[in-house]
């Protein structure tokens, strides 16, 4: 099954766990998309997927700036993988499909 629907995500950061929605689109290897979190929303940047995975970032604003590198791969209806969380290190990111 495709990378490419949306996802109801859960990160664990070092404030605590965050919750935002990813919709995704797969085009061969180009992944295009948005995650809403908070009432913002923001386009992903940088996709590429490739299979069932897929790599991008997001610039987000709230509640602190910071810049998120996504490494996922979904398998069936869920989502699984690390976000590099800026200078706040690395952390586990899974989510279900919606």
């Known amino acids: 099954m495709s990378i490419s629907g949306t996802w109801n995500v859960e990160i664990s ?3 605590g766990k ?3 929605v990813l919709a995704l689109a797969a085009d ?3 992944l295009t998309g948005t995650a809403t979190q908070g009432g913002e ?3 992903i940047q940088d996709g590429k ?3 069932d995975g ?3 970032t997001l610039n987000l ?3 602190i700036p910071v810049k998120l590198g996504f490494d996922v791969t979904a398998s069936g209806d869920a989502l699984s ?3 590099k969380l800026g200078a706040f290190g690395t952390s586990k990111v899974v989510g279900t499909r919606a």
């Open 28 to 30: 061969g290897d180009t």
């Open 49 to 51: 997927a490739s299979g």
């Open 61 to 63: 604003t709230k509640p």
């Open 54 to 56: 897929a790599t991008f």
């Open 81 to 83: 993988g690390d976000v």
């Open 41 to 43: 929303t923001a386009p």
């Open 13 to 15: 950061t070092p404030m």
């Open 18 to 20: 965050q919750t935002a």
